[in-house]
């Protein structure tokens, strides 16, 4: 994997079908990790929106809506950050050659938002297997005005 999860032990994970029903259950594990982890309330907003767009697209890109593939999230409190990661069964996908969701031609798009709202909110993203796994660190501290 990507050098922020080359030694992670993940703090707790689950593995759930990919059908779409199932972002409650990443909903789930966020809140708990996130309540646990004493993650302050200016920075929950961003790990949700982030994480529920990586979930949603290992679900519907990734594996496709297929329930027989499974997605997994998982979570490692580690170095004053709260890293996830999110992984599916599919192929992946070049994650450094999309659209621009800001350039007006894709402005009334209805997709190809979430890897630009995961850039946009997590400290740090980084993609590997190819594109079916993603890692997304949150500092713990809030951000400071």
């Known amino acids: 994997m990507a050098a922020l999860t080359e030694e992670l032990a993940f703090t707790e994970r689950i593995d759930f079908p990919a059908k779409a029903e199932n972002i409650s ?5 966020i809140d708990e990790a996130c309540a646990k982890h004493g993650v302050h309330e200016s920075l929950y907003g961003n790990i949700l929106i982030a ?3 990586a979930v949603n697209n290992a679900i519907h ?16 409190v ?8 999110v992984r599916d069964q599919g192929a992946g996908f070049d994650h450094n050659h999309l659209p621009d969701p800001t350039d007006p031609q ?8 979430g890897v630009f709202l995961m850039r946009a909110l997590a400290d740090t993203v980084e993609f590997s297997e190819n ?10 501290q809030p951000a400071r005005d």
């Open 25 to 29: 259950l990443a909903e789930r594990l």
């Open 51 to 53: 994480l529920t767009e």
């Open 61 to 76: 890109h990734g594996n496709a809506l297929d329930p027989t593939k499974n997605v997994m999230l998982g979570y490692e």
């Open 78 to 85: 580690k170095g004053g950050r709260i890293i996830f990661v």
């Open 106 to 113: 894709n402005i009334e798009k209805p997709h190809g938002r």
């Open 131 to 140: 594109g079916a796994a993603v890692a997304l660190a949150f500092s713990l």
